[in-house]
């Protein structure tokens, strides 16, 4: 008969070579079951400057604003055009938000 020690060292002895074996069949199988993963080419995004140019960011401002004040004219040529389709009185105060002024009693 053996003492514990030995019998624990065995254990872990016989695993180790175990889990050893293992890792050798996966090594060796790897390249005969799996074959290499197909690979996409990427796309590559190019790299743009961080730093934008005053004028160059101050044209681009100057373009949203005419794009902003030629949707705000629209607008209101089609409410125009809408109130009267509808038959709305244009004799109607608007108040300073550009609302209807109601006057309370």
Not at 28 to 41: R, S, V, W
Not at 52 to 63: D, G, H, I
């Amino acid at each position: 008969m053996s003492c514990p020690t030995c019998e624990v060292l065995r254990d872990q002895l016989a695993y180790s070579e175990k889990e050893r074996r293992e890792l050798l069949a996966q090594l060796l199988d790897k390249g005969k079951t799996e074959p290499p993963p197909e690979q996409k080419p990427e796309e590559f995004i190019p790299i743009t400057p961080q730093h934008v140019p005053w004028r160059v960011r101050q044209q681009l401002m100057e373009q949203e604003d005419r794009k902003a004040a030629e949707l705000l004219r629209q607008s209101a040529k089609d409410i125009a055009a809408l109130e009267q389709e509808l038959g709305v009185n244009k004799a109607v105060e608007r108040g300073p938000s550009g609302g209807v002024k109601v006057e309370v009693k």
